[in-house]
């Protein structure tokens, strides 16, 4: 029995929400002194403490699966040699980084993302890896401080030689949406040519602050996809050309992403789509 001083966190097991933290406090069940388990042993103890990340991505990869997984995709591909499966030499799929999830599902094993060095991205690492792709890990460097982007943009250069690449192109710092030179300049150093993809699924919920939130899709909906056409970057592009080839970008960017946004609103693009298994078949 319990004590009649027990208060409402004295229970043997209790789930307390705090500020939005779901915290566990186990007390004495066992048969064990509380006060000989001293202050530290009675502090509560967060998620991030009693599920270690492996566990948490098992829970994430799961729940992208049956969201992602069941959703109606819509494929529309301006030239069909920029299908990965298809393409004659490796890639650089560009999209805005508040629709990696899909890209996440629909072609991990296909493409290399990179994914951004920090406690997001740790997760996403995982998740991506749980599909079976593989990931490059690298955020922008801001001064003097180390981020992991020039590594990133090393180890980037030597995938390219043999595997098509994927970057959220407007970087998991933001501005959402304005194309960052990263991918300008990679494509640049490497001579592979860029392909601008829109992603828009019919419903979701953002999460995460403006510059870093990930649209999570409702299940069953509508999900467009949209490869424009390549753009090739000029070899040892000087910087006196950099700020164009970033606006020629940013127009094919903003040109498919609105096209996927019609297309979901009116699921319709003007001819017969293509389903993921087609697309992935072409």
Known sequence: MLPADTGPYDTPLSLAIQGGRSLWRCRGWLGVDNDALGTAARRPLSVRRV??????????????????????????V???DTAPQRMAGPGLYIFWHEMLLLPAYTHSREITPLISASRDGDLMDAVVRSFGGSIIRGSTDHGKTDRGGRRALREMLR??????????VDGPIGPSRKVSPGAVFLASRS????VPVGLAPRWFV??????????FPAPLCRAWIVLGKPIRIRPELPKSELRAAVESIQAAMDEVQSRAEKYVR????????????EFRTL
């Open 159 to 168: 995938q390219g030689k043999t595997r098509h690449l994927a970057i959220p």
């Open 266 to 277: 009116t699921d319709w693009c003007g001819s017969k789509p293509m389903t993921l298994g």
């Open 51 to 76: 599920f270690p990340m492996k566990f948490k991505a098992q829970i994430a990869a799961a729940t992208i699966r049956l969201l992602v997984g069941s959703l109606r995709f819509r494929f529309v």
């Open 191 to 194: 001579g592979m040519p860029i």
């Open 206 to 215: 953002s999460f995460g602050p403006e510059g870093r939130k990930v649209n």
């Open 78 to 80: 301006d030239d069909p």
